[in-house]
């Protein structure tokens, strides 16, 4: 193994630490991004980007990297350690970050888009385009909330219900092929033992959150918060009293919401609704 540095400055920083390690050893070993692109398969592009923090790549680039450089494990640790820190989120939502995964149970509702942490790669990239990201600090931050499903499926996941308004489900992606695997993820995910989903139909009455998304994260003190957004705001809510008119709330909701069978009964029906990819 090349021999080690110290940990200084800025290489502190999980995600810069990775890009660092990254031009090290490219550099010990004499290879041009090129040469490694040959070698390896992959456009060497990819790994300038790699190189400039644009992207992470994927974990079968780190581990390819480690075989190659002789550092079994060492890259792909650091990307695993990029991909989930808290620094490469908008600094608004940093903070609930660290909250969501210290959390030993979720409880979510959604009104118009998906949870983060049930969107797929395609549907990440339309939604943040749609709010505005692009070039490379759109792929960092689909990198970013990609990475958080991660949570939901280790070794042992907490427990994750969310409360999916039908309007979530009828507001397709411009993709009718990416929206069917959306829907096709929903549907896996739905059969997950720690997983609860409901939808709620359109139109049995008004209610509390018929404008807020709002997640509860149980955390192991035993405390709840809640972090409510709208379409301009969002908001860690911590005093306890809100929280609790906020349960409340979600708790009248969680009551007009179809049940866990008949929510995956009625996304199955949506899926035979998108059309098919044409067979060649």
Not at 76 to 87: I, N
Not at 151 to 174: A, C
Request: aromatic share 6%.
């Amino acid at each position: 193994m090349p021999p080690r540095r110290a940990v200084t400055g800025r290489s502190q920083e999980p995600r810069q630490r990775f890009v660092e390690e990254l031009r090290l050893l490219r550099a010990q070993k004499g290879d041009s991004l090129r040469q490694l692109g040959d070698v390896l398969g992959w456009d060497w592009s990819l790994f300038g980007k790699m190189e400039k923090g644009e992207t992470l790549g994927g974990p079968e680039v780190a581990q390819a990297l480690d075989q190659h450089y002789g550092t079994p494990g060492l890259l792909l640790t650091l990307w695993e350690l990029a991909l989930a820190d808290p620094s490469q989120f908008r600094e608004q939502y940093r903070r609930y970050m660290v909250l969501e995964s210290e959390a030993v149970s979720l409880w979510h509702y959604a009104v118009g888009v998906l949870p983060g942490l049930l969107q797929t790669e395609g549907y990440a990239y339309e939604v943040l385009a749609a709010g505005g990201s692009k070039g490379s600090e759109l792929t960092r931050q689909v990198e970013a909330r990609i990475g958080r499903r991660k949570l939901l499926t280790g070794d042992d996941p907490p427990p994750f219900r969310t409360i999916l308004s039908e309007t979530v489900l009828r507001t397709p992606m411009r993709d009718a092929q990416a929206w069917r695997e959306q829907l096709e993820h929903l549907a896996e995910v739905a059969e997950r033992p720690n997983m609860t989903l409901q939808v709620l139909p359109h139109g049995p009455c008004l209610h509390a959150l018929a404008n807020t998304d709002v997640m509860f994260l149980r955390l192991l003190d035993g405390h709840t918060v809640a972090y409510t957004e709208s379409a301009l705001h969002g908001e860690l809510v911590e005093e306890s009293g809100a929280v609790e008119r906020l349960q409340r709330a979600y708790d009248a909701v969680r009551d007009l919401a179809l049940s866990p069978d008949e929510s995956r009964k009625s996304i199955g029906r949506m899926l035979e609704e998108v059309p098919c990819e044409p067979s060649t």
